[in-house]
């Protein structure tokens, strides 16, 4: 047995840096990552279109299902259910999926399936025919939510195998806050070198050991060293003059890629060469410079009312919270979280609860649009909010219900503050890393065309390839499609496309909940990244 299709993903990975790594630079030696740049040369590759809101918790959910958010359900890192004067928020995870991904698509069709570190496997289904190891989870969660049972314990066995550096190391990357001392940010790009060659370990001791038919791995790292250290990967500035601790940050980070590189081609050689390889990243990734406090405008313009914050311990931990603090009573629309880039309207379902009338939604939700079109800049006269998009428009499906009311894009593409701070858009004490929407797609292998850029592919279509890639159909109710001009003739000629049945009912998995303390954890680490605050 051997693996017939690998699937290596990077987070939040993106051509503005990776095509400047992938040649060499001048007074180089030679390239950062020469064999990526093999990979450009030798197979295809396009940009790729995220979700509507390019986060994580979407984009992966829709990469794994071939669907867009309006089926999948998953729109953010937590989701928040309103119950007449309250809100509860609550953590995403696997069980919220309403789809079926493709580890259990092609499981069931007689596919062996590894999937290492991707977000919102946990609890994996307890019938897949392969292998889970899942992202996104603190470290205790590890054993327990990794398919099959004994495999852990056969981890264990891997020379300098660790758990702790495997999963998030949330007491280590809490530290990391807003804004970091020098000292703080080097240790925070040292801290990812040897997590991702834990995971790089995993993956080649799955390959070798069990030659899934499907072995695909998340290298995460690029997207946690983007945030905190865009400034020194950033193409547009002129690093050579930005003084001694700007360029040994810029060498560090470029050390993390040299690594990634290494990686990907011991995976991809040991692979084989009768092996297709694709890439996949959930998003791309720009600077971002300025902050705009969405609820403090939404305030001014009377739809979200916040709570006077006491001023006594309780008071305290309130200004800790990851959440608004909201007068639910008076509030109609207002922001949930920085990472969801939308605005939820509270419309009042049944007799007694606040919120508005449901008759008065569309005119409310017109005025809404034109108060967040009139918030500009006032020395340039350009809007902040370049985008605003009713839901039915981006998150058509049985799921739409779930989404934000209106889905907004910044003009930097940042995400919103929901804090009570003015001023309203305020310049960034310095350039972070956000999210773009435009990410990578590559592959690379026999039937794979050979220097080819295509036009731009939506993150739906990977789904559909992959399942293409193992000889098996592809879904008639995705939202995906193989792109033909990937393939070479002579491979579509031997391997036509099929459209199949439709998926299979989401399989729901009972499994213990996360304690408090761990949900603590992961919505630090989450607003280390900027997501929460």
């Not at 503005?16 to 180089?28: D, I, K, M, R």
């Not at 990526?36 to 995220?50: D, P, Q």
């Not at 002129?238 to 980070?253: D, I, Q, T, V, Y």
Request: proline share 7%; glycine share 8%.
């Amino acid at each position: 047995m051997t693996v017939r299709t690998l699937f290596i993903g990077m987070d939040g990975a993106t051509f503005t840096v990776l095509n400047e790594l992938t040649v060499a630079q001048p007074g180089a030696d030679g390239p950062v990552m020469p064999f990526l740049g093999k990979i450009f040369a030798e197979g295809t590759r396009a940009k790729l279109r995220s979700t509507p809101n390019p986060l994580t918790p979407p984009a992966w959910v829709s990469l794994m299902t071939g669907r867009g958010p309006g089926h999948h359900g998953v729109y953010d890192f937590v989701r928040a259910e309103e119950r007449g004067d309250k809100v509860f928020m609550t953590l995403y995870d696997a069980r919220d999926c309403r789809v079926e991904t493709i580890w259990s698509i092609a499981s069931r069709q007689g596919k062996r399936v590894a999937a290492l570190n991707f977000p919102f496997t946990a609890p994996p289904p307890k019938d897949l025919n392969g292998f889970i190891v899942p992202g996104f989870v603190p470290w205790r969660h590890l054993r327990r939510n990794t398919h099959p049972v004994d495999l852990y314990d056969r981890l264990k066995t891997i020379p300098d195998f660790n758990a702790s550096e495997l999963a998030w190391d949330f007491d280590q990357e809490q530290q990391a806050g807003n804004e970091l001392s020098d000292n703080d940010r080097e240790n925070w790009v040292r801290y990812h070198l040897p997590r991702e060659m834990q995971w790089f370990r995993v993956a080649e001791y799955i390959m070798s050991e069990e030659s899934p038919d499907l072995m695909a791995v998340l290298f995460d790292g690029v997207d946690k060293l983007q945030h905190q250290a865009w400034q020194y990967l950033d193409p547009s500035v002129p690093h050579a003059e930005m003084g001694e601790f700007h360029m040994r940050m810029r060498k560090l980070s470029l050390s993390y890629f040299g690594q990634l590189d290494s990686f990907i081609e011991r995976l991809v050689t040991a692979a084989g060469p009768d092996v297709q390889v694709f890439f996949a990243s959930d998003h791309g990734f720009t600077a971002s410079d300025e902050i705009v406090r969405i609820n403090a405008y939404l305030a001014e313009k009377g739809y979200v009312h916040f709570k006077p914050i006491p001023d006594d311990e309780q008071g305290a931990n309130i200004t800790k919270s990851y959440f608004a603090y909201l007068d639910w009573t008076k509030t109609t629309a207002y922001c949930r979280t920085p990472s969801c880039n939308g605005i939820t309207i509270r419309v009042a379902r049944n007799p007694g609860e606040t919120g508005i009338d449901p008759k008065d939604y569309e005119k409310v939700r017109a005025q809404l649009i034109r108060d967040l079109e009139e918030l500009k800049d006032p020395q340039t006269g350009e809007r902040i909010i370049t985008e605003i998009h009713k839901r039915e428009d981006v998150f058509p499906g049985s799921a739409m219900g779930d989404a934000p009311d209106l889905q907004l894009v910044l003009r930097d593409f940042g995400f919103v503050s929901v804090r009570n701070i003015l001023p309203i858009v305020q310049k960034r004490n310095y350039i972070v890393g956000t999210h773009h929407p435009d990410g990578v797609f590559l592959a690379y292998g026999p039937g794979i065309e050979k220097g080819k850029l295509l036009g731009r592919r939506h993150i739906t279509d990977v789904a559909s390839t992959l399942l293409y890639s193992l000889g098996l159909p592809v879904p008639s109710d995705f939202e995906g499609v193989v792109p033909p001009n990937m393939f070479t003739a002579e491979r579509k000629a031997t391997h036509p496309i099929h459209i199949g049945a439709p998926t299979a009912t989401s399989d729901k998995v009972d499994m213990e909940a996360m304690d408090e303390d761990e949900k603590k954890q992961i919505l630090e680490q989450l607003q280390m990244l900027g997501y929460m605050e």
